[in-house]
Every structure is written in structure tokens, then in C-alpha cells.
């Protein structure tokens, strides 16, 4: 399991379970700007990964879960989410739900977090807490962990 037990896989496969529901039956006929809506949340998320994936990469951490990071970032993205690539996954989430026309799929979105959030954010805390625990503490205070 833990071959597949990264956040991208765990992102598609709620994408699936949208895009299903939707051609199981839960697609509703929705007006033109919720599909702009859908693309514009898509475009938000996708560039909150890519400006989160450039900060780590600037500080020479590592992006892969389940490694202990090398260092903490707290500038750029992460000074408004302690959690920009997993709230980016969310965003692209509810806006390809809105894209399938289904509004039940955008339920599944804090679904998809809590998972996340088990799965991934408590164990890179943890390491965060432990190696760097007052950096952690005061950025932890001072920024949210989804917005």
C-alpha cells in the first residue's frame, strides 16, 4: 500500500469517485460560469502547487511524504497555509467536480482534507514539531493549516 499512498493518487482516485457519481446519475445541467468557475479553481490550485513545489524546492527539502524534511518554509504561500499543496489538491478537486457538473462531488472535498490530513499533514507535523520545534511552534500560531 505504501507504493500508493502518495497525494496525488489519493487525488485521483476522489477525482474517480466525482467523475462517476456524475455518470452514475448525480450530473445535474448547471449554468456556463460554474464550468468557468470549475476551470478558474482548477488554474487557482494548480498554481498553489507549483508556487508551494518552487519554495520547497528553494529551501532543499523534500516534496515526497513519508521523508523527513530538511528544512521548515514559512515564506511565500506558507505564510497563508501551513498546507498549500494539499489545499491546491482541494481546489483542483472541487473545480473538476463543478467541470463534471456534479455538486454532490464537491462534497467530497473535506472528505478528500480529513484523509489528507490524516494520511499525510499529522506525521509531517510531527516531524516539523520535533525538528523544528520553536520555528514550528510560532508559524503554527500565526498561519492556519488550510486558510
Known sequence: MKYFDYPPVWLLAFMALAWGSAKL????DLPAWVGLS??????FGISLMVL???????????????????????????KFT???????????LAGFSLLCG???????????????????????ENWLRTKFHEEFQTWAESTRRWL
Open 25 to 28: 446519475g448525480l450530473e445535474m
Open 38 to 43: 470549475g476551470r478558474l479553481l482548477i488554474l
Open 52 to 78: 508551494a513545489a518552487f519554495a520547497m524546492w528553494r529551501h532543499r527539502t523534500t516534496l515526497v511524504p513519508h521523508r523527513v524534511p530538511a528544512a521548515i518554509v514559512t515564506n511565500g504561500v506558507y
Open 82 to 92: 501551513r498546507n498549500p499543496i494539499y489545499l491546491g489538491d482541494a481546489f483542483t
Open 102 to 124: 456534479n455538486l454532490a462531488g464537491v462534497a467530497l472535498v473535506p472528505v478528500f482534507m480529513a484523509v489528507i490530513r490524516r494520511r499525510f499533514i499529522a506525521e509531517e
